[in-house]
């Protein structure tokens, strides 16, 4: 998330308010798509766990931030 200038919030609120959902074909696990500051963001969170664990992070800006 600090390499792609997100806060937890921002991740949290994606995860709350996604526009859109889909499943990972490899592992099934739920990801989340939320816009921040203008980009698509990408939130993979660890089927079934609770509290949700966020596996991985990524935005559209495709610039490693």
């Known amino acids: 998330m600090a390499l792609r200038g997100l806060s937890e919030s921002d991740v949290e609120d994606v995860v709350a308010h996604p526009y859109r959902t889909a499943r990972s074909r490899l592992t099934g696990d739920p990801i989340y798509f ?4 203008g980009d698509e963001i990408a939130v993979v969170v ?10 991985t ?3 559209s800006r495709g610039d490693g931030t």
């Open 34 to 37: 939320g816009r921040v500051g």
């Open 57 to 59: 992070v990524w935005s």
């Open 46 to 55: 660890a089927a079934g766990s609770v509290p949700p664990r966020v596996v």
